[in-house]
């Protein structure tokens, strides 16, 4: 069964930091282009960032609220995603969803599947 | 940056009607727009991609049509477990979402 586990998330003080993890299982992460998609309380989604499988560079883009401030890496012999945010925002509050562009090793413009998320507060 | 906006925001309908959820882009997308079910609590569930291709176990009651700026989802005999929001996003250019639509029972 393919699943995703994010973690890591909680309450940060404006100008903080704070890692999140997500965990893959049941496909071949090493393949897979791996992506961050948050939704503030009550709102829409919003594409975060993605990083490429190794195989097609392992480089990595950003939404312009985030670059500079957020960082998405991977660690494929672990099987995980990761997402550190830096100098964080009362307007980054939101649950923080790993998804992928696909499960082979040619990637898709869509997000299947999605883990259950993790929730950020960034509040003073 | 491609706007999607989707409309109506709110739809209220009852059991076993028909419904129609429509997206719009600011430029064109071809076909390379999804959809996404969300249900309170839940992550976003992929339906629909290539603007009409349903995804693996997603009910054929579920459709969707449409290319260029204009998308529409279907949605034919709707049972209690589709209510829920529902949101469009396009991968023509990065990546954008609408803003949802969420379908109420009537």
């Known amino acids: 069964e393919v699943q995703l586990v994010e973690s890591g998330g909680g309450l940060v003080e404006p100008g903080g930091s704070l890692r999140l993890s997500c965990a893959a299982s049941g496909f071949t992460f090493s393949n897979a282009w791996m992506t961050w998609v948050r939704q503030a309380p009550g709102k829409g989604l919003e594409w975060v960032g993605r990083?490429?499988?190794?195989?097609?560079?392992?480089?990595?883009d950003y939404a312009a609220p985030v670059k500079d401030r957020f960082t998405i890496s991977r660690d494929d012999s672990k099987n995980t995603l990761y997402l550190q945010m830096n100098s964080l925002k009362t307007e980054d509050t939101a649950v923080y969803y790993c998804?992928?562009?696909?499960?082979?090793?040619?990637?898709?413009?869509?997000?299947?599947?999605w883990g259950q998320g993790t929730l950020v507060t960034v509040s003073s | 940056e491609i706007v999607m906006t989707q409309s109506p925001a709110t739809l209220s309908v009852s059991p076993g009607e028909r419904v129609t959820l429509s997206c719009r882009a600011s430029q064109s997308l071809s076909s390379n727009l999804a959809w996404y079910q969300q249900k309170p609590g839940q992550a976003p569930r992929l339906l629909i991609y290539g603007a009409s291709t349903r995804a693996t176990g997603i009910p054929a009651r579920f459709s969707g049509s449409g290319s260029g700026t204009e998308f529409t989802l279907t949605i034919s005999n709707l049972q209690s477990e589709d209510f829920a929001v529902y949101y469009c996003?396009?991968?023509?250019?990065?990546?954008?979402f609408g803003g949802g639509t969420k379908m109420e029972i009537k």
């Open positions: 996003q396009q991968y023509n250019n990065w990546f954008t």
């Open positions: 990083i490429k499988s190794k195989t097609h560079g392992g480089t990595t």
């Open positions: 998804t992928t562009q696909g499960l082979s090793m040619t990637p898709v413009g869509w997000f299947d599947p």
